[in-house]
């Protein structure tokens, strides 16, 4: 066969081929987006006494081996009730980035949850999104008789705040992605 | 006017029979491959109708031939005919070359007793089209099912990776069409790239003795071979519709060749899959739905001493993955171990939503070869696979159509190997091969890569010998040598890093660094050995045994070494290990054959003994800003395997028959004196068959399928605390199913259309009695059962 001679050039083709395609670019960082490393909640005693503040803070992001460092300023005080507001950063930039404002342009989009164990604190919302649905970046905190217990503190993100109880703050029918999820272990006294 | 036309053609005709009529045509039949005298081939010489055969010695005698051209076919049982024209002008002695064996031009594979299988002495099971046809519109990980000692570990019911006597991934080689797949078949949720449409048989091959495929097969090799090309002018195909209830969807596949006796052919498949959400008994298994489309093109020539092929594949598959398998973090994990339902479930929906994966595989094949006379067959061999696998999970905000995971794998290969089958008793294979391998992790998915960009190369070389000693023994031997070289570039959270240690062991790796991450770039070489022996014995036509050994080592893949980030999907931290060394395997096996007019029996038993043995645990959570994850590792240990593979068939007359197929198997972890995990549980497969050739070639199945309960494996529960509760829960992420205990029916009936049209029907009954049921080796049975009933029917039509 004549023209089988011609197909043996293939293979040879083939290698020049592989000689070449070795491409040996250094890649790119994945520098993740809206990471975000750190959560504060600010609760000012109505009526006058210490502020207290709940801090966690992420600073390998969502993947890292280090666990977030919970930061408790102080105990809270007994059957008193606390303006709460909530900070949200990436602090993996410099300065940091500002994720609080990103929650209240895309607010429809967020909704924080509070839960309390030993029933040492009860919340309510005290912002609304454009629909009417509470968001959580401001709340209020009243604690009951002094005991000790953990405050949880959930940031979903597109949850389905119609869903059953959403609106109430009951996460469980919430959905949507996690964002940040953080126990804090508190005192009242 | 006529008659003496008539006349004078009579004479003319006269005078050429007068011409010379004592010539002596003679000459000898040889085997082309070592010269042989082939003793009974009949030469028939066409245009005299005139016979005779050759002797002892291979030869022949024609006498009182005239002088011209005589038209020659030489044929012999088992051998191609082979056609020639020899002008005679004087007494002519001729030695004619005729193929003695069989050979199906396309198979890479050294001869013995049965032409279709690839070694005499390993484990072997061959699987035919017609058992493949039934599997058309599902997996090959479904089909390999039918091989006693095969299972398959799954995401859901249509990502299905066959598991062979407890190994699976990295450890097994599919080779397709005689290239070996590289579509990152690391990752327990990526189902081999293979068209079922565009197979025609498959071997299994258990352990790792088939070492012309390549190294590192230490649980077994799989070798699809294509559909068969008949070397005849003819045009012919099938064609393939399959319908079915379960997944509400239909699976169609057709393929058509032309072909010449020449050589040339030219042939084509193409093959679609559209189902929508799945359903167990109870409920919609909410977004499990598949879109498959892929084709192949081939052409070539094929003749005894050279030939070529060149084929192209493209498979395209969009996999829903069940949407309540994707979590956010470890009270997810919890919810969906501890609820009896998946927490989604959506009335039936064809649409694939995220997460899902879409992958596209393209394999590049050329191949050519030539035969030597007295010394063998010479194959050339290029082929290209380009892999891409998108994962896109379920992302909110501007990420939402981002892809998590967006891989591109590219592998080049050239084999080249002789088959030196001269001699009469011992045959060789030698062979060399090279492979390079490209992978690009896409940064811009904005998730930080899972798999690193790297760059692979492989060089291997391989001998192997088949011989016979006498008529009832094979002995085998074979010694192959990769040398694999590993050089990737890999970012490192630095936290990560440290954690890990690498900072003290592999302080030289790092070549940049960052604000939050090193930029590292491991170079790993690995030479890896492999032995193979084997001895086959017929006591007599009854009885016959198999003793194997097969040694073997397998380099770690890249997520072994490099795994490192959150999958998303699976809401795991999984970590690979730099310090990962190669797996080394000690194979034994013995298999006990029997054969009678009623009763046939295949005895398959073995022993490995894997030192290193690379496997993946849970070992804790880690936490994050987002909650707690569960950390999956990379670990190394000595881990030992035993299991016995029985299958046996009853035939009671041309009616009825009996089958059984059941293995067992046992993975202990040596250093921890503890079960190894995801090993497969007692598995037990009977069949009452019936069929009646005068009823339309009908034939009928009833099957009943039996699982046991996974009693030996490792306890790898831990505690986890959950925010919403304020509590510690145990996360049980270890303990297996129950048993469970599923019917099938099967059967089909054939229709001559026409001469060359058959028309076959098949109607499919799986678990009839609509069992619910989990099973052990289903990554997604913490969240949802498995599937229920599915009535499929089937229209074959061969043309």
Known sequence: MKNLKNIYILPLLALFFMACSNDDDTPVPVIEEEVITTMTATLVPNGGGTTITLQTRDLDGKDGPNAPVLDISGNLAANTTYTGSIEILNETESPAEDITEEIEEKDEEHQFFFQATNSIATFTYSDQDGDGNPIGLSFTLTTGSAGTGTITITLKHEPNKTASGVKDGDITNAEGETDVSASFNVTVQ | ?799
């Open chain 2, 1 to 799: 006017m006529k008659d003496y036309l008539l006349i004078l053609c009579y004479c003319a005709l006269n005078i050429t029979f007068a011409q010379e009529c004592d010539y002596t045509f003679s000459g000898e039949i040889h085997d082309f491959h070592d010269g042989s005298p082939i003793v009974n081939a009949t030469i028939y010489i066409k245009n005299i109708d005139k016979y005779t055969t050759t002797d002892l010695s291979g030869k022949f005698v024609m006498e009182n031939l005239c002088s011209g051209e005589i038209n020659i076919v030489v044929s012999h049982v088992g051998c191609k005919d082979k056609i020639l024209n020899v002008n005679i002008q004087k007494n002519t002695y001729k030695t004619i070359n005729l193929e003695h064996h069989f050979e199906e031009l396309h198979v890479v594979e050294i001869k013995g007793n049965n032409p279709n299988k690839v070694t005499q002495t390993a484990q072997e099971t061959l699987l035919k089209a017609k058992t493949i046809e039934r599997y058309s519109s599902l997996s090959l990980g479904d089909a390999l099912k039918e091989v006693s000692g095969v299972s398959s570990i799954n995401t859901g019911n249509t990502i299905v990776k066959p598991i062979i006597n407890g190994l699976h991934s990295s450890r097994i080689a599919i080779i397709t069409n005689g290239v070996r797949l590289q579509d990152q078949e690391w990752g327990i949720e990526h189902a081999p790239n293979v068209d079922l449409g565009s197979v025609g048989d498959i071997s299994v091959i258990k352990g790792s003795n088939a070492l012309a495929y390549g190294g590192g097969a230490i649980g077994g090799v799989v070798v699809l071979n294509p559909l068969k090309i008949i070397l005849k002018d003819s045009l012919y195909g099938k064609s393939i519709v399959n319908g079915q209830s379960n997944g509400r969807g239909f699976s169609f596949n057709s393929s058509l060749a032309k072909t010449y006796t020449k050589g040339w052919y030219i042939n084509a498949t193409t093959s679609l899959k559209d189902f929508g959400d799945f359903k167990t008994p109870n409920y919609n298994l909410t977004n499990t739905g598949l879109n498959s489309m892929g084709f192949s093109l081939g052409a070539g020539y094929k003749t005894l001493e050279k030939g070529f092929n060149v084929s192209y594949n493209y498979l395209n598959n969009e996999i829903g993955i069940l949407r309540a398998s994707h979590i956010g973090n470890i009270e997810d994990l919890v919810n969906g171990i501890n609820d009896s339902q998946p927490n989604v479930i959506k009335p039936f929906n064809r649409d694939i939503n995220d997460p899902r994966q879409e992958v596209t595989h393209q394999v590049f094949m050329i191949d050519l070869y030539k035969r030597f006379k007295k010394l063998g067959r010479w194959e050339l061999q290029y082929d290209y696979q380009n892999n891409q696998r998108f994962e896109f999970d379920i992302r909110v905000g501007d990420d939402r159509d981002k892809p998590a995971l967006d891989l591109n794998l590219k592998t080049h290969n050239i084999t080249s190997s002789i088959k030196v089958d001269a001699f009469e008793n011992i045959k060789y294979n030698f062979g060399v091969n090279g492979t390079y391998q490209t992978n690009f992790a896409n940064p811009d998915t904005g998730v930080r890569r899972l798999i690193p960009d790297y760059d692979k190369f492989d060089l291997g070389v391989f001998a192997i010998s088949n011989m016979k000693l006498g008529n009832t023994t094979n002995l085998d031997l074979g010694l192959r040598y990769d040398f694999s070289r590993i050089d990737a570039k890999k970012f490192y959270l630095t936290s990560r890093w440290e954690e890990r240690n690498y900072d003290a062991l592999f302080p030289d790796l790092v070549i940049e660094s960052l604000s939050s991450q090193v930029l590292t770039n491991p170079v790993f070489d690995y030479h890896n050995m492999s032995v193979s022996a084997g001895i086959s014995h017929d006591f007599n036509k009854k009885h016959s045994v198999i003793f194997n050994y097969g040694f073997s080592q397998r380099p770690p893949n890249p997520s072994e070494l490099f795994s490192d980030g959150l999958h998303h999907s699976a809401a795991r931290i999984e970590l690979g290990d730099l310090q990962t060394d190669k797996e080394t395997s000690n194979r034994f096996s013995a298999t006990y054959k029997y054969k009678s007019d009623h009763v046939s029996l295949v005895l398959e038993g073995f022993y490995n003994q894997i030192n290193n043995f690379i496997y993946i645990v849970p070992t804790g959570t880690e936490q994050t800003i987002r909650g707690a994850f569960p950390v999956w590792n990379f670990q190394q240990t000595n881990a030992r395997l035993l299991g016995l593979d029985l299958s046996a068939n009853y035939t009671h007359n041309e009616h009825w028959a009996l089958n059984n197929k059941s293995s067992i198997i046992k993975g202990r972890d040596i250093k921890a004196k503890q079960a190894l995990i995801e090993m497969p549980s007692f598995k037990s497969v009977s069949a009452l068959k019936f069929s009646n050739k005068k009823w339309m070639l009908l034939n009928t199945e009833l099957q009943s399928e039996l699982v046991l309960r996974q009693n030996e494996y490792p306890d790898n529960n831990f505690e986890a605390f959950i925010p919403t509760t304020g509590e510690y829960v145990l996360v049980d992420i270890s303990t297996p199913p129950s048993t469970y205990h599923l019917l099938h029916f099967q059967s089909d009936i054939t229709l001559n259309l026409s001469k060359k049209t058959t028309l076959n029907v098949s109607l499919n009954v799986k678990n009839i009695f609509n069992t619910s049921y989990r099973e052990y080796l289903n990554r997604l049975r913490y969240f949802a059962d498995d599937l229920g009933r599915n009535v499929m029917l089937q229209l074959k039509l061969n043309y």
